[in-house]
């Protein structure tokens, strides 16, 4: 991962979606400092989670749509977009 993926005041904005380096949820800014950011997710529990961050340590992620499917044997799987015409799916 380059720098130029690193947040700064510059790029961040309130509501701007965002994810640590090291992975983890997709977080909502609500807030920024001189040092660092506040922001906002959802934990597996559906809860409302927040927490201050360094810039250094956030990168702008994106929002993505991901549908997960329980089948009738409590099996879950992603949907995504359909396949190209030629993909196999």
Avoid: R
Wanted: net charge negative; glycine share 12%.
């Amino acid at each position: 991962m380059s720098n130029k993926d690193t947040l700064t005041k510059e790029s961040a904005q309130i509501g701007s979606v965002v994810t640590l380096k090291s992975g983890g949820p997709q977080m909502t800014v609500i807030g920024m400092g001189d040092d660092t950011v506040s922001c906002t997710w959802f934990d597996k529990s559906e809860k409302s989670v927040g927490k201050d961050f360094p810039y250094a340590a956030l990168v702008l992620g994106t929002v993505g749509l991901e549908i997960h499917i329980i089948d009738q044997y409590g099996n879950a799987s992603k949907a995504g977009p359909p396949p190209l015409p030629g993909e196999q799916l």
